[in-house]
């Protein structure tokens, strides 16, 4: 059943979603590796404009093409702020001025604003998918993502994935809860053909559903999906050969990486389960258990929760596993968590006959949700069984005999005081998980205290090891253009790093290749290494417990400085 909330409520969602998503962004605003790509490229496109042999992918290709139709409408986005930044920021507007060394060089500013922008896309969908929840399931949901830590934390990343769940999230309300099949066929092309083709994985199944049953014919789903496949192609190939120097279609290039050539193994591989008893769990916390109990609590979160559980385990097959592959199925699980919360506070399981939704809901393209068809059916169920259940019928159950309402007020009041402690217990688990990740990106740090420890104006030529490069040292830092920033891979020998006015290395590397001798030290970097355990802290003491201490911390990186500078 699809719900029409009002704007305002809508809006409040969205502003309580982008508001914790831009949290995420204070405590952690460097990038790993995996978002460099789309980071970069958005720079690029923002600094060097036309100028292609300027950009990163030029001399840090990648394993594979990646499509810039992400970077470039982030760049869109944020262009006029580019241009007017300078003068708000106090400059005349040369880059290279000394005076931008006061205020910090407008790159650094740009990085927040370019993640603050995707994070808005993302939390605007997730917005607009609550919607169709309805209002006392949508605010539970509102409340329940907030809550967690990853997929907020993930919103503003500029990841493949993030990009296609902004664009997934309206075709799965298309799908699952509105019945809009056609739009729902748009918005998955979109999604799926230029940014993360796994998503077929997602969308299929309820495709193959609607097929089977008769509720969406073939021949029309073909007239549809035609169109949008060809010019998705048409689209990706025009934009990214012209980036890449060569005919290229990213998107199919990385499926077949992944899939026939099974290169992402290369990376490391994962027992097949992995996704349900770690990524999962970790993803939706104290939810999961809710997410479960609404295949009971809820009929019409059925469709969502067996959606993300049949994605997931088809997901499932392929060897190589990372939790941000099947982070679009955690809005689905949280939906169902939350259509649990809203059957629990309505002292009653969720009941189509008492909510009284119309017996059948066809959009504009002739389309039937699957929730919808459902609900009609139980509908039609209930009005019997009430019938039945009239004096006119004696001998009969009540519906609250039969399992509409909760039988005992004990059990009632345990499960409402769930819902409301679930969402504290998220919240503390997602603060922990916030301090490790602003102790997670050592290379960005690294880049940014040289900053603060050289003058604009010196003359450095600085060295950004492997790990700098992976863990934030982007292009958005590179604040003064008089420096040199060196990310050469293959230097393992002390003659390599004469060029070099500053080193930033990881300590083993730098004792081995005498580098610690030659150089001196004028700064470190801690990073996250797992959490203390009972035992560890308790060898300390309690005195003066703080969030810091429940982290285990090791030095991650090294800035070196020549002699002679």
Not at 294 to 308: F, I
Not at 435 to 450: Q, R, T
Not at 493 to 508: C, G, M, N
């Amino acid at each position: 059943v699809s719900y029409q909330m009002s704007l305002p409520i809508k809006v409040i969602h969205f502003i309580i979603l982008l508001s914790v998503s831009l949290l995420h962004i204070y405590i952690a605003p460097y990038n790993k590796v995996e978002e460099s790509f789309n980071l970069q490229a958005t720079h690029d496109i923002l600094y060097h404009g036309y100028n292609l042999s300027a950009y990163d992918h030029k001399e840090f290709p990648g394993p594979v093409p990646r499509t810039f139709l992400g970077p470039l409408a982030l760049a869109a986005a944020a262009a006029p702020t580019r241009l007017l930044l300078p003068a708000a920021l106090g400059l005349s507007g040369a880059v290279d001025q000394p005076e931008a060394a006061a205020v910090g060089h407008s790159r650094l500013p740009m990085l927040f604003i370019v993640r603050a922008l995707l994070a808005a896309a993302v939390a605007w969908s997730l917005a607009d998918f609550a919607q169709s929840l309805g209002p006392a399931a949508a605010s539970w949901f509102v409340a329940i993502s907030a809550s967690q830590f990853h997929l907020l934390f993930y919103a503003s990343r500029t990841l493949p994935n993030t990009f296609a769940m902004a664009l997934a999230l309206p075709g799965l309300r298309a799908l699952l809860l509105d019945g809009d099949w056609r739009s729902c066929v748009r918005w998955a092309g979109l999604a799926g053909l230029l940014f993360r083709s796994e998503l077929g994985l997602l969308f299929g199944p309820p495709a193959v559903y609607l097929l089977a049953t008769g509720r969406l014919r073939p021949t029309d789903a073909v007239r549809t999906a035609a169109p949008v496949a060809v010019g998705c192609a048409a689209l990706t190939v025009a934009v990214d050969s012209v980036f890449w120097g060569r005919l290229v279609w990213p998107e199919l290039s990385v499926l077949l990486f992944n899939t026939w050539q099974n290169k992402s193994s290369l990376w490391g591989t994962q027992p097949f389960l992995w996704y349900f008893y770690s990524a999962l769990p970790r993803c939706l916390l104290f939810s999961a258990p809710l997410a479960l109990a609404s295949a009971k609590l809820a009929p019409r979160a059925r469709p969502l929760l067996a959606s993300a559980v049949v994605f997931v385990l088809a997901y499932s097959c392929l060897p190589h596993k990372e939790l941000r592959f099947v982070l679009y199925s955690v809005p689905l699980f949280n939906a169902s968590a939350a259509c649990a919360c809203d059957a629990i506070f309505s002292n009653r399981r969720d009941s189509p006959r008492e909510r009284s939704p119309p017996e059948k809901s066809v959009d504009k393209a002739g389309g039937e949700s699957i929730v919808t068809s459902t609900e009609s059916r139980r509908r039609i169920t209930g009005n019997r069984a009430s019938a039945e259940s009239s004096p006119d019928c004696p001998g009969r159950e009540s519906p609250k005999a039969q399992g509409e309402s909760w039988e005992s007020p004990l059990l009632m009041t345990v499960g409402r005081v769930f819902c409301l402690g679930h969402l504290l217990g998220n919240a503390g688990a997602a603060g922990l998980l916030a301090l490790a990740a602003a102790w997670n990106y050592p290379g960005g740090e690294a880049v940014s205290l040289l900053h603060t420890y050289l003058h604009s104006s010196a003359s450095v030529h600085v060295h950004l090891c492997n790990l700098a490069a992976q863990t934030g040292a982007s292009r958005f830092l590179q604040l003064h253009d008089a420096w040199i920033y060196n990310k050469t891979e293959g230097l393992n020998l002390l003659t390599d790093y004469r060029p070099f006015s500053h080193v930033i290395a990881e300590p083993e590397f730098a004792d081995a290749v005498g580098l610690t001798r030659t150089c001196r030290t004028i700064g470190a970097v801690s990073a996250f290494d797992g959490f203390n355990g009972f035992k560890d802290l308790l060898a300390e003491g309690f005195s003066g417990l703080c969030w810091h201490r429940l982290l285990r911390l090791r030095t991650a990186l090294l800035m070196l400085e020549k002699p002679h500078v």
